[in-house]
């Protein structure tokens, strides 16, 4: 097998991150459904993976989890279609485990700074569909079709329970810059923008379900 060295290490001046975090909870059978959603667009759509430092990401695994923030535009709610972001593999052979999240900013939970609140308005368990370092974007739809707030931000988290170098990567996008935070000691980190990760979110006005 060959071994990777975590990604992270290898851009850590462009993003905020941290290295050490609590383990993630067990996960469940895969729960990724196709939707019959229609008139939906794009609220954060980045582009594809690559950039000055190549094909490269956060390691999402039992000591690290990844959250990157968007906003809903003023001036109309929307309804939750799909999430994409690209994920890789630092094994070439096993595909491990991942938990995907939609969640609350803790801000809008009385927090005092902008990070993943733990409200969990949408979740989906999977596992990471490539093997190596050859980035594919894994898609996962709603069910419940969550109510996001114009104006308002939102997280979503990446997790996983694989121990690292055969973990999932989730890549940053070859340009464009974002508000991200990982997880120390299984505390989030003050979140910063640096380096975007890939990531497209598409909802619905909500007239237009």
């Known amino acids: 097998?060959?071994?990777?060295?975590?990604?992270?290490?290898?851009?850590?001046?462009?993003?905020?991150?941290?290295?050490?975090?609590?383990?993630?909870?067990?996960?469940?059978?895969d729960s990724v459904q196709t939707t019959g959603?229609?008139?939906?667009?794009p609220i954060v759509d980045t582009a594809?993976?690559?950039g000055l430092f190549g094909t490269n990401g956060f390691d999402v695994f039992a000591e690290q989890a990844v959250g990157a923030r968007f906003t809903v535009a003023a001036g109309s709610d929307m309804r939750?279609?799909?999430?994409g972001l690209w994920l890789m593999n630092n094994s070439d052979t096993m595909r491990k485990r991942i938990r995907v999240t939609l969640q609350t900013d803790a801000l809008d939970e009385g927090g005092s700074?902008?990070?993943?609140?733990?409200?969990?308005?949408?979740q989906w368990d999977s596992r990471v569909q490539t093997l190596g370092w050859n980035p594919v974007e894994q898609r996962f739809d709603t069910r419940s079709g969550p109510l996001?707030?114009?104006?308002?931000?939102?997280?979503?988290?990446?997790?996983?329970?694989?121990?690292?170098?055969v973990d999932p990567v989730w890549t940053f996008?070859?340009?464009?810059s974002m508000v991200t935070t990982t997880t120390s000691q299984g505390q989030w980190q003050t979140a910063g923008s640096g380096a975007s990760l890939t990531l497209r979110v598409d909802a619905a006005p909500v007239t237009a379900r």
């Not at 939750?80 to 999430?83: C, G, K, V």
């Open 80 to 83: 939750l279609a799909r999430i």
């Open 173 to 176: 996008a070859k340009k464009g």
């Open 148 to 165: 996001l707030q114009a104006g308002r931000n939102y997280w979503v988290v990446a997790e996983s329970m694989s121990p690292p170098f």
């Open 1 to 29: 097998m060959n071994l990777r060295i975590p990604s992270l290490l290898l851009i850590s001046a462009l993003a905020a991150a941290g290295l050490l975090a609590a383990g993630a909870p067990a996960f469940a059978a």
């Open 37 to 41: 959603w229609t008139k939906t667009q």
């Open 113 to 122: 700074e902008t990070k993943p609140s733990g409200v969990v308005l949408e």
């Open 48 to 50: 594809g993976p690559g």
